[in-house]
Each structure stands twice: as structure tokens, then as C-alpha cells.
């Protein structure tokens, strides 16, 4: 007889993210950026759980409203791409003051056909953090070039003006922002195609700097990296594409 699979319901998730948490992880993650409540969960045990709850659409709307980082970390993973709005991913975005949950969630948003849309809105807006996961979405879509518009992915025309963009804006962007832009640049540098010229706006646009205060993280040299990417892959007869970098992956 063949089994079911285990449906585990608000309650039962919420109390596994409690028990599973540590003050150790909790440290880390509030080094790094994390603010809030927190049960402080691994990325080991989320995956874990995420492999038992798979695609649960209102549950992730739940674990969202309870406002703790763990919780809303599940939630961008367990939300279901196609029951998702404009109106839900802007709700959830101006929750979002939290440079580790950004990520998440710029992560979700480009799994859904509206990831070009709310990143042409987002890369344009003031804020900090909105303006990080729009560059964010940026740097995962210019990766995967055989994702039509249709689907969310880019126009190949709109590769140049994300570069003239990141010449113009990248020196003059908040913190994370330049983060996030210096990795779009990248990622434009390793799409088929366009090396030369990312490679050319890298050196106009000079050195990035980064403050990520207590956090161990660097920013790499986009015209280094770029060079460096391209022909580990051409030596195996590929593009960077072809790698998991061009995969619609959920969790950033």
C-alpha cells in the first residue's frame, strides 16, 4: 500500500522551528544582519522540514504573519509560485527590514512570473531594502537566458540598460544595495555574450566597498571574478549558465 505524505499543519511546523532552534544560530544570524524574533533554525534542519512540507501555500501566508525570522524564512520557501500576487509579494516586501531575509525573498520572487516586473519597480524605488531585492532578482534573471518573459525572465534588449544602470547608480547606492548591484554585475559578465562589456563597465565603475560591520563577507572583484568564472566553465565546454546559478532555486 502506498504511503501518504505527512501533512504537517501550522501548529506542528511552528513548534518544530521552536525546538530546533539554538542560541548559537541565533548569534550568527544576528551578525549577520538578522533583527526581530527568532528561533535561530539551521539551514540544515529548514531543508529538512522543507522536504516533508514541500509546497504549502497557506501555511507559508501563517508562518508569515507571526513576524519571526525563522518563520518567514520557511515561508518564502514553502509558498506557492503560481497562488502568488503582486498584491501578496509587496505586502511581504515592506515587512521585509532584514538584509538575511531579503535574500529569501528576492529569492522566492524570482521563481514567480512576476520576478522581472517587480524587479524593473524595485531597482527604481528609494528604499534600502526593496532596492536590494531588486537587484537581487536582477542578478539570478540575467542568469538564466532561456527563461522567457513570459515566465518572469528578462528581454535579452534589457541586459544593457541593467549595465548602464549599475555604471551609473553603483558608486552612489546605500550599503546593501551595492552589494547586490556588484553581484548583478557579475552575473551579466557571465551570461553568454557579455563579458566584454561587463568587464569594461567593472573598470569604469572602479572599487567597491562594502561596510557589512560584524559580518565575515566580502565583495569580489567583478572583473576578476567574472574572468575567472567564464573560463572554469570554458574549460569544460560550458558557460556559467549552464551551472546552479542558472537554476530557478528557491533559496538564495
Known amino acids: 500500500m502506498a504511503q501518504t505524505r505527512e501533512k504537517l499543519g501550522f501548529k506542528a511546523v511552528l513548534a518544530e522551528l521552536k525546538a530546533n532552534g539554538s542560541e548559537q544560530t541565533r548569534k550568527i544570524y ?17 531543508k529538512k522540514l522543507n ?13 508569515w504573519e507571526t513576524g519571526n525570522h525563522d518563520a518567514r524564512v520557511f515561508a518564502c520557501w514553502t509558498a506557492d509560485s503560481e497562488r502568488t500576487t503582486v498584491k501578496l509579494v509587496e505586502a511581504w516586501a515592506r515587512d521585509d527590514s532584514n538584509p538575511l531575509l531579503s535574500g529569501e525573498l528576492a529569492a522566492f520572487v524570482q521563481d514567480t512570473s512576476l520576478a522581472a516586473g517587480r524587479m524593473r519597480k524595485w531597482i527604481g524605488m528609494k528604499g534600502e531594502y526593496r532596492r536590494t ?6 542578478a539570478k534573471l540575467v542568469m538564466q537566458p532561456n527563461r522567457g ?26 550599503n546593501e544595495v551595492r ?12 551570461r553568454p555574450g557579455w563579458m566584454k562589456k561587463a568587464i569594461s563597465a567593472a573598470r569604469k565603475i572602479g572599487k567597491v566597498e562594502v561596510d557589512f560591520g560584524s559580518r565575515q563577507c566580502k565583495v569580489n572583484d567583478a572583473a576578476d571574478t567574472i574572468k575567472k568564472t567564464v573560463e572554469h566553465y570554458k574549460k569544460q565546454g560550458k558557460n556559467p549558465t549552464d551551472g546552479s546559478a542558472g537554476k530557478r532555486r528557491r533559496h538564495c
Open 30 to 46: 544576528r551578525s549577520a544582519g538578522g533583527r526581530g524574533d527568532m528561533y535561530g533554525v539551521s539551514y540544515a534542519f529548514l
Open 149 to 174: 518573459p513570459e515566465e518572469g525572465g528578462l528581454e535579452e534588449s534589457e541586459i544593457g540598460d541593467l549595465l548602464q544602470r549599475l555604471e551609473d547608480e553603483l558608486q552612489s547606492a546605500p
Open 51 to 63: 522536504k516533508r512540507v514541500k509546497v504549502d501555500h497557506d501555511l507559508a501566508l501563517r508562518l
Open 179 to 190: 552589494y547586490a548591484m556588484n553581484n548583478a554585475l557579475i552575473a551579466i559578465g557571465c
Open 133 to 138: 531585492m531588486g537587484w537581487n532578482i536582477a
